[in-house]
T-cell receptor
């Protein structure tokens, strides 16, 4: 079955620790994204990657880092520099596209089940 | 910059029809998408409009008017399981649409 997985489902972090959230997809998608969602709020973009070995900052990248060494994997590290990391983290993937190639296929994002991070 | 506006909450009864509106301001527009998210779950794709008009998928329909920078999601024959948050999304026109911007979401409550 094709899909996108995230682990762990729940994660607890102590103050000053770095933690890494896993995101893996077997949909053969080039583009991958990390979003943060706070209670009752929308999705805010942290980082995105259109292709292996390349990634770009989103709106709230401070305190986070990513890597894209493989097409299937896009891990997110929440560093100690992120002052308020408690949130629901969602990873998504889609076919690579820009506005010039937009359409229902390229504009459909597939989301993982999410990781709920709590700082103790 | 890009911004999308949606009502924060909508309430309706089972069997009714409800419309969730989305207005957007973008520097470049490439299409409007809709997602559903149940509490504690991940968003799932519902619909996409690239051109003006109505797209129908079962009980759900989505409409777009590019001249008015406006779209809506129409849910018919509401069921209790439709209680969820609904988000509209567009491609980010500031970087040729390489990523997406989401609206703040509309929480739909379906009452028996």
């Amino acid at each position: 079955d094709g899909g996108i997985t995230q682990s762990p489902k729940y994660l607890f972090r102590k103050e000053g620790q770095n933690v890494t959230l896993s995101c893996e997809q077997n949909l053969n998608h080039d583009a991958m994204y990390w979003y943060r969602q706070d209670p009752g709020q929308g999705l805010r973009l942290i980082y995105y990657s259109q292709i292996v070995n390349d990634f770009q900052k989103g709106d709230i990248a401070e305190g986070y880092s990513v890597s894209r060494e493989k097409k299937e994997s896009f891990p997110l590290t929440v560093t100690s520099a992120q002052k308020n990391p408690t949130a629901f983290y969602l990873c998504a993937s889609s076919m690579r596209g820009t506005g010039f190639a937009a359409g229902p296929n390229t504009d459909t994002q597939y989301f993982g089940p999410g990781t709920r991070l709590t700082v103790l | 910059g890009q911004s999308l506006e949606q009502p924060s909450e909508v309430t309706a009864v089972e069997g009714a029809i409800v419309q969730i509106n989305c207005t957007y301001q973008t520097s470049g527009f490439y299409g409007l998408s809709w997602y559903q998210q149940h509490d504690g779950g991940a968003p799932t794709f519902l619909s996409y409009n690239g051109l003006d008009g109505l797209e129908e998928t079962g009980r759900f329909s989505s409409f777009l008017s590019r001249s008015d920078s406006y779209g809506y999601l129409l849910l018919q024959e509401l069921q209790m399981k439709d209680s969820a948050s609904y988000f509209c999304a567009v491609r980010n026109g500031d970087n040729y649409g390489q990523n997406f911007v989401f609206g703040p979401g509309t929480r739909l409550s379906v009452l028996p």
